[in-house]
């Protein structure tokens, strides 16, 4: 047997020397606080042995404490950018992708399947209570094991060949998990924008939970915050992704102090937060973050006008050239990151489409390839990306370890009369006066693609490929609809085609769960039904019926169950190579750039990234808490 030990997490966290640490210095923010003893000294306030973060080292300066970040949201829900940007970890990605510890001291791993997991002596909540093991074995005996909070049964993560975990707490500092088989994904998904939950603060939330609150408090509870379920209560008050709850404490940098429903919310620093600086500054450095809400189809405009210090959503590289232009007028700087998807655009016609005349083309990948092979991606480049993009198939990006050019390349060639040849090929050989092919049934073959309407990008892109199918008799017809109606009706059956984002971690590394493959959620607009019938465990809907998807599922499964990094390589290569040859998404280009505004004024941020959820959970790998402002502008 195998054993693998993983000890980055000693490797990564150097202890702050005693020196250092008789000298702290108190954020100014914090000292009406302390002056009031409504808080311990910082010495106190940090773990006996918290993360050191060792900025000259990484290339940036050491800061100060101090100041405010405005941020532009376009709906209430995007609060849940604080969770991602602060990105504090039980385990992390630096900017390599490499898993390290943050919240954690150390973890080890044995056999892939053996996690145990030990925390800093001295790590406390926001609101000043100890860190313990007892708030992991809340999560979960109370809440992962209720059948009342859990009725879908236990997330994936805790699921190994289809089996929990044993748990235990070892000390007060100490805790394991222990699975029959290897769980590769698990380290994986504490590392993710939206992490797997372990731990709750138990020292809260059991006023919440029926196993220790008396009914008659658990109904008052329930009527105040107008739910109808004691399981809709702690639910409500629980959430850490989106953190809507003031009083819920945290362990992430800023912590919410405003109530849902408001158009601004205001994040004060967490005074208990683990990590400092080499110099012995509690991070982060920034006081606050003011989320101002607003329409998202204003939000470029809205930070072209001066009304915000750092901006990377709800802009996007059409509004570079504006944004570029308010450098003049005010002091902030806009750099351009690499936007980290596979595609950035790609067009997912929908296998599991209703129309079964359409649905006879859909599954034959000639026509998919065809499809793909008439797109002049050379041109919607110079358009639309002023030749800033690559033009390539939706695949990892060359930063990628998985990289391979015949992924890049498959089916990406403009070559209409190949195109054509397929087309004629599968029985699409008819036309009319005008030269569009006809369906077997006499229907003009026309294609609805369908789109969210977030992005003029996407129109504009298909305006241009409008032009390339005319060109091999399939009309194109665009169709603009909200994001749930689209993704609810590509699951009924009722979107032939839909445009969106291409695989949403462009940058994979072989320890990464390659599910974006294969059918595995209901809202891949590629398969949706399929997806639905993983989610349900084969009980809604129907298995794939194409051989070829049906061995991307086989192959993720044989992902889930090795610990071994080849084997995992290996796994993901002939995924990618299923995927990318089958065509089962038409990617138009990757590499493409993606604005990011801040105040000139604010230092540390990086001026070039990687740009998406995942994996670097947009800014969160690059550790926002470090940014700080100047008095001079850089």
Same mark, same amino acid.
């Given at each position: 047997?195998?054993?693998?030990?993983?000890?980055?997490?000693?490797?990564?966290?150097?202890?702050?020397?005693?020196?250092?640490?008789?000298?702290?210095?108190?954020?100014?923010?914090?000292?009406?606080?302390?002056?009031?003893?409504?808080?311990?000294?910082?010495?106190?306030?940090?773990?006996?042995?918290?993360?050191?973060?060792?900025?000259?080292?990484?290339?940036?300066?050491?800061?100060?404490?101090?100041?405010?970040?405005?941020?532009?949201?376009?709906?209430?829900?995007?609060?849940?950018?604080?969770?991602?940007?602060?990105?504090?970890?039980?385990?992390?990605?630096?900017?390599?992708?490499?898993?390290?510890?943050?919240? *954690?001291?150390?973890?080890?791993?044995?056999?892939?399947?053996?996690?145990?997991?030990?925390?800093?002596?001295? =790590?406390?909540?926001?609101?000043?209570?100890?860190?313990?093991?007892?708030?992991?074995?809340?999560?979960?005996?109370?809440?992962?094991?209720?059948?009342?909070?859990?009725?879908?049964?236990?997330?994936?993560?805790?699921?190994?060949?289809?089996?929990?975990?044993?748990?235990?707490?070892?000390?007060?500092?100490?805790?394991?998990?222990?699975?029959?088989?290897?769980?590769?994904?698990?380290?994986?998904?504490?590392?993710?924008?939206?992490?797997?939950?372990?731990?709750?603060?138990?020292?809260?939330?059991?006023?919440?939970?029926?196993?220790?609150?008396?009914?008659?408090?658990?109904?008052?509870?329930?009527?105040?915050?107008?739910?109808?379920?004691?399981?809709?209560?702690?639910?409500?008050?629980?959430?850490?992704?989106?953190?809507?709850?003031?009083?819920?404490?945290?362990?992430?940098?800023?912590?919410?102090?405003?109530?849902?429903?408001?158009?601004?919310?205001?994040?004060?620093?967490?005074?208990?937060? =683990?990590?400092?600086?080499?110099?012995?500054?509690?991070?982060?450095?920034?006081?606050?973050?003011?989320?101002?809400?607003?329409?998202?189809?204003?939000?470029?405009?809205?930070?072209?006008?001066?009304?915000?210090?750092?901006?990377?959503?709800?802009?996007?590289?059409?509004?570079?050239?504006? *944004? !570029?232009?308010?450098?003049?007028?005010?002091?902030?700087?806009?750099?351009?990151?690499?936007?980290?998807?596979?595609?950035?655009?790609?067009?997912?016609?929908?296998?599991?489409?209703?129309?079964?005349?359409?649905?006879?083309?859909?599954?034959?990948?000639?026509?998919?390839?065809?499809?793909?092979?008439?797109?002049?991606?050379?041109?919607?480049?110079?358009?639309?990306?002023?030749?800033?993009?690559?033009?390539?198939?939706?695949?990892?990006?060359?930063?990628?370890?998985?990289?391979?050019?015949?992924?890049? !390349?498959?089916?990406?060639?403009?070559?209409?009369?190949?195109?054509?040849?397929?087309?004629?090929?599968?029985?699409?050989?008819?036309?009319?006066?005008?030269?569009?092919?006809?369906?077997?049934?006499?229907?003009?073959?026309?294609?609805?693609?369908?789109?969210?309407?977030?992005?003029?990008?996407?129109?504009?892109?298909?305006?241009?490929?409008?032009? =390339?199918?005319?060109?091999?008799?399939?009309?194109?017809?665009?169709?603009?609809?909200?994001?749930?109606?689209?993704?609810?009706?590509?699951?009924?059956?009722?979107?032939?085609?839909?445009?969106?984002?291409?695989?949403?971690?462009?940058?994979?590394?072989?320890?990464?769960?390659?599910?974006?493959?294969?059918?595995? $959620?209901?809202?891949?607009?590629?398969?949706?039904?399929?997806?639905?019938?993983?989610?349900?465990?084969?009980?809604?809907?129907?298995?794939?019926?194409?051989?070829?998807?049906?061995?991307?599922?086989?192959?993720?499964?044989?992902?889930?169950?090795?610990?071994?990094?080849?084997?995992?390589?290996?796994?993901? =290569?002939? $995924?990618?190579?299923?995927?990318?040859?089958?065509?089962?998404?038409?990617?138009?280009?990757?590499?493409?750039?993606?604005?990011?505004?801040?105040?000139?004024?604010?230092?540390?941020?990086?001026?070039?990234?990687?740009?998406?959820?995942?994996?670097?959970?947009?800014?969160?790998?690059?550790?926002?808490?470090?940014?700080?402002?100047?008095?001079?502008?850089?």
């Amino acid at each position: 047997m195998i054993t693998r030990r993983t000890t980055l997490g000693l490797l990564a966290s150097a202890f702050l020397p005693g020196a250092v640490r008789a000298g702290m210095i108190e954020p100014e923010y914090l000292r009406p606080y302390l002056r009031a003893q409504r808080l311990p000294g910082l010495n106190e306030r940090v773990p006996v042995n918290p993360r050191v973060v060792n900025l000259a080292a990484m290339g940036r300066k050491p800061g100060r404490y101090g100041g405010t970040v405005r941020m532009i949201i376009g709906s209430q829900k995007d609060i849940r950018l604080m969770t991602i940007y602060g990105y504090a970890r039980l385990v992390g990605y630096d900017e390599n992708l490499v898993l390290q510890p943050d919240i *954690l001291e150390s973890f080890d791993v044995q056999e892939g399947r053996i996690f145990t997991f030990k925390l800093r002596e001295g =790590h406390k909540w926001s609101d000043g209570a100890n860190l313990t093991s007892n708030d992991f074995r809340y999560v979960w005996e109370d809440v992962v094991l209720n059948k009342d909070l859990r009725k879908g049964g236990l997330p994936t993560y805790f699921l190994a060949d289809g089996k929990p975990p044993v748990f235990e707490v070892l000390d007060p500092l100490t805790v394991r998990y222990t699975w029959e088989t290897p769980n590769p994904d698990f380290l994986p998904n504490l590392a993710a924008a939206s992490p797997a939950t372990l731990v709750l603060p138990f020292h809260y939330m059991w006023q919440f939970h029926k196993k220790y609150q008396d009914d008659f408090r658990i109904a008052a509870l329930m009527k105040e915050q107008r739910v109808k379920k004691w399981a809709d209560l702690h639910i409500k008050m629980s959430r850490t992704y989106r953190p809507e709850n003031p009083d819920l404490p945290t362990l992430d940098p800023w912590r919410n102090r405003t109530a849902p429903p408001a158009e601004q919310f205001i994040f004060e620093r967490n005074p208990y937060f =683990h990590r400092v600086d080499e110099n012995g500054l509690q991070l982060p450095y920034v006081d606050r973050f003011v989320l101002n809400v607003s329409s998202s189809n204003i939000i470029a405009a809205k930070t072209g006008a001066g009304e915000a210090d750092l901006q990377a959503n709800g802009i996007d590289f059409v509004d570079y050239s504006f *944004l !570029k232009e308010a450098e003049k007028r005010y002091p902030v700087k806009v750099n351009l990151w690499k936007n980290s998807r596979g595609a950035r655009v790609t067009l997912l016609p929908n296998l599991n489409v209703g129309d079964q005349v359409w649905r006879k083309f859909i599954i034959d990948a000639r026509f998919r390839r065809a499809l793909s092979l008439a797109i002049n991606r050379h041109e919607i480049n110079m358009v639309i990306f002023y030749g800033l993009g690559r033009e390539v198939a939706d695949s990892p990006l060359p930063e990628s370890v998985l990289y391979k050019e015949e992924y890049a !390349k498959a089916w990406a060639n403009f070559d209409p009369d190949k195109a054509n040849a397929l087309l004629d090929e599968i029985g699409l050989d008819k036309r009319d006066s005008s030269g569009m092919r006809l369906l077997p049934d006499g229907r003009v073959a026309q294609i609805v693609v369908e789109t969210a309407g977030e992005s003029t990008l996407e129109t504009d892109v298909l305006e241009l490929v409008t032009d =390339h199918w005319r060109s091999i008799g399939i009309p194109l017809f665009i169709k603009t609809s909200q994001r749930e109606v689209m993704t609810n009706r590509a699951l009924g059956g009722e979107v032939m085609m839909s445009m969106w984002f291409g695989m949403e971690n462009g940058i994979p590394t072989p320890e990464m769960n390659p599910s974006q493959l294969a059918p595995t $959620m209901d809202d891949q607009l590629q398969w949706p039904a399929w997806g639905l019938n993983f989610l349900s465990g084969d009980t809604m809907a129907s298995k794939p019926d194409i051989e070829e998807v049906r061995q991307l599922s086989a192959l993720l499964e044989e992902w889930r169950h090795t610990a071994e990094t080849s084997e995992k390589t290996r796994i993901w =290569h002939a $995924m990618l190579s299923i995927y990318t040859d089958q065509v089962f998404s038409i990617g138009i280009g990757n590499g493409t750039l993606q604005p990011l505004l801040r105040s000139a004024r604010l230092q540390n941020v990086p001026a070039e990234g990687f740009y998406a959820f995942e994996p670097t959970s947009y800014l969160g790998v690059y550790m926002p808490d470090t940014f700080w402002y100047s008095d001079e502008v850089s």
